[in-house]
């Protein structure tokens, strides 16, 4: 279920209000184009300026669209243990299939902290749980022994990874239990993640290359190698556009150009400037998406 090409869903805004038209366009577009699975209310869908009526809300939505048609793990993680656990049961209840917890931000917990963070909200909640290591944004990096430890938790499955270090996600890998999935959490590495024994990716990419996303980890599973690194080199040049900005700077702008959502962020994200717009836009035209 929690394999190949999961899209980092964002979360389009319409005068200050969930646009929830385009956001059922949005799935649509994922589910034609062959993804594995959305997450909504992650980084890239703005989690950390929704309220809670909205982080909810958008939740249900995406499991509404999605029909059972694909899975939907809901970005429910917050720096405080309480939080996640409300947002998480509230998940769970609406249908999820899965959630990502983030590691808890700014507070810069402990590896003990951290571990038993995880601990309180899986023994609160019966749903699959995947970790999120990010530490470029968070200030704190899960360590392999950490993740090992949390793997022998039944309901914590697996982990997005996106330090990007190989040697990390190798790490994991030989430490944690055998059936623990690794996914990538960083569009650049997905495919040097899997071949090391990773099972996908989470990416910000595939919401505007879904199909070449999906395809590329197709092919790999298959063992079409040489159309996987074919892939992994088309795609480069609109994953560096993807990250000319924070993210979901870059990602939302791209998918108003494509006509997919209004260009409207919450702040303190604010939109391009002039000069990476000007490349975001060559990227996409170069790529064949406008």
Not at 17 to 37: C, H, P, R, T, Y
Not at 50 to 55: A, T
Not at 98 to 112: D, F, G, H, R, S
Not at 243 to 250: A, D, G, K, L, Y
């Amino acid at each position: 279920m929690l394999h190949g090409s999961i899209t980092a869903l964002v979360t389009p805004f319409k005068n200050g209000k969930v646009d929830e038209k385009a956001l059922k366009g949005l799935i649509e577009f994922q589910i034609k184009s062959g993804i594995d699975a959305i997450v909504p209310c992650g980084t890239t869908g703005e989690s950390a300026t929704l309220s809670y009526e909205e982080h909810e809300r958008v939740v249900e939505l995406a499991i509404e669209f999605a029909g059972k048609k694909i899975p939907v793990i809901a970005g429910t993680g917050s720096n405080s243990t309480k939080e996640t656990i409300m947002l998480t049961e509230h998940a769970k209840k609406a249908g999820a299939d899965a959630v990502l917890l983030i590691t808890p931000y700014y507070n810069k917990p402990t590896q003990e902290g951290l571990y038993q963070h995880y601990k309180a909200v899986a023994e609160a909640v019966d749903i699959p749980m995947i970790l999120y290591n990010v530490p470029g944004r968070t200030g704190v990096n899960m360590l392999p022994e950490t993740v090992a430890r949390l793997s022998e938790i039944k309901n914590i499955v697996g982990i997005k990874e996106a330090t990007g270090s190989l040697q990390q996600v190798s790490d994991t890998i030989e430490m944690a239990r055998k059936d623990f999935i690794i996914l990538s959490g960083d569009d650049f590495t997905t495919l040097p993640l899997l071949s090391v024994g990773g099972h996908g990716v989470i990416s910000v990419t595939s919401n505007v290359a879904p199909k070449d996303v999906s395809q590329m980890c197709d092919a790999f599973f298959a063992g079409d190698i040489v159309e996987a690194k074919r892939l992994h080199y088309k795609l480069q040049p609109l994953h560096r556009a993807m990250f000319v900005e924070t993210n979901p700077i870059p990602v939302k702008t791209a998918l108003a150009i494509m006509g997919k959502v209004e260009e409207e962020f919450r702040l303190p994200l604010v939109k391009m400037g002039d000069a990476n717009r000007k490349k975001l836009q060559k990227a996409l035209s170069d790529y064949g998406v406008i």
